[in-house]
């Protein structure tokens, strides 16, 4: 289980893929001015991993996702060959 599903239809525009990396960042931001370290670091945290899922690994991950429909695809067309 990934705690945050790129392929999930939410994320598909871009802006919203961008905000749900930026507003725990800037938030973490937030914290650390406000002299809170750890929450700082940890909505940093968040956001970096957001950022790595959503916008660095989004095409890559869409990318394997197509080919493993059109594999799945493909097995079904030559499964229903085989049963005529």
């Known amino acids: 289980m990934k705690l945050l599903d790129p392929m999930h239809p939410f994320f598909r525009p871009l802006w919203r893929r961008i905000l749900t990396a930026l507003l725990p960042a800037a938030w973490g931001a937030v914290e650390l001015y406000n002299g ?19 916008l660095i690994m ?20 030559t499964d229903k060959g085989d049963d005529e």
């Open 36 to 54: 809170s370290v750890g929450w700082g670091i940890a909505f940093i945290a968040a956001g970096a991993y957001a950022a790595y899922e959503l």
């Open 58 to 77: 989004y095409d890559r991950t869409m990318a394997k996702a197509a080919a493993e429909e059109a594999a799945r695809r493909a097995r079904l067309e």
